[in-house]
Nanobody, 123 residues
């Protein structure tokens, strides 16, 4: 089992930056590829960023590329999502996911999920 706890969400204005954190406990963190997803009201959960086990490969969809940076600190069992130039359309609940065998580029790849942290961006 892996327990994931997200933090760092909150209310921001257009153009602001936020850094989300996801702390993992349980099994060895470095055994898991990690991803960030988000879900806006009435929409499906979508992939935002992913990182491999060592932290030397990262993945982003075009919608956030250049504005978001995923990173991990295996010594601290934590994965981060730095979000810059926030837009109202970034408003969503943000979830982190852990995947033992695959890079989590879709919700199907997530083996474990956190409870989410709300990000609200006002215009």
């Amino acid at each position: 089992q892996v327990q994931l706890i997200e933090s760092g969400g909150g209310l921001a204005q257009t153009g602001d930056s936020l850094r989300l954190s996801c702390a993992a406990s349980g099994r060895t963190f470095s055994m898991f590829a990690m991803g960030w997803f988000r879900q806006a009201p009435g929409k499906e959960r979508e992939y935002v960023a992913a990182i491999n086990w060592r932290g030397d490969s990262t993945y982003y969809p075009d919608s956030v590329k250049g504005r978001c940076t995923i990173s991990r600190d295996n010594a601290k069992n934590t994965v981060y999502l730095q979000m810059n130039s926030l837009k109202p359309e970034d408003t969503a609940v943000y979830y982190c996911a852990a995947s033992r065998l695959r890079i989590p580029l879709s919700t199907k790849a997530g083996d474990y999920w956190g409870q989410g942290t709300q990000v609200t961006v006002s215009s």
